[in-house]
């Protein structure tokens, strides 16, 4: 099926103003003319897509379905001409990679310094997002690979795997646990724990390792990101568990402490699009990239 560009921006423009007036005033087009483009939209996919029975108009349900599939496809296609143009316009090469949030935080700021250092005409965009979110970008060509939690049974994916990591229990210096050389799971029953999102890789892991046992542990708290629940730990609101490397060990206030029984790890590699060989200079990033985490690997293994 042809997509159908005009009648799918016409679209977005009405649902995010909710009015057909400052939907045209906004594409420069009449209102007859904005009505064409919806009506030739839904007369192709067979279903409405707005109620103009309202004001201001609303989505039906599959006008709600389409919405946030058709803004990511639109943003898409921006971004990938807005890179095309800016290559043509400057001569400057463009190079776009997937990263976890943790691992982007702590280990590429002083990777693309080096480098930028290196090529300082290429531009550099990072998508520092979940683990699924990294899989699909690199699947669908936007980023040419991810530094991301990989799984073996993904045949649509090249995998490197560089490192696996534990997971341990982060907690406040001054906590009762803070001090032990290692804890089994069930020494945490007693104490208010911090969990993330389950949204997140991390999470899906843990609740796959723990099974049954998760429900006896006191999930008092949950967060989206990783940096929110180790704040809170410093405040001294809770315990959390974290892959090792989403803390950083210099961090004052805050203890890691092993665990076992079972003891959760995760593995961390580089992700591409199978059969399809990385550009010279994802290359060299994806190189670069390689060789600071291996020199984790002894520690994390």
Known sequence: MRVDFLGIQAFLSIAERGNFQ???AHLNLSQTALSHRIRKLEDDLGVKLLSRTTRPVTLTRAGLQ?????QATLEDLSAAMDEVRHEGTTGEQQLSIGCLPTIAQRY???IIRRFSERYPAVAVRVYDNSASEISELVRAGTAEFGLTIVAANRSDLAINILLKEAFVLVCATDHPLAKEAAINWSALAPYPLIRVSQQTGNRLLLDDALGSRREKLQWLY???HTATAVRLVAAGVGVTILPRLAVNSAEADIAMVPLHNPKVTRALGIVSRAGVPLSPLAEELSRMIVRELRKERRSTV
Do not use: D, S
């Not at 389409?66 to 058709?70: E, Q, S, T, V």
């Open 22 to 24: 400052r939907a045209a």
């Open 108 to 110: 590429l700021p002083h």
């Open 222 to 224: 949950e967060v989206q």
């Open 66 to 70: 389409l919405l946030p599939r058709a």
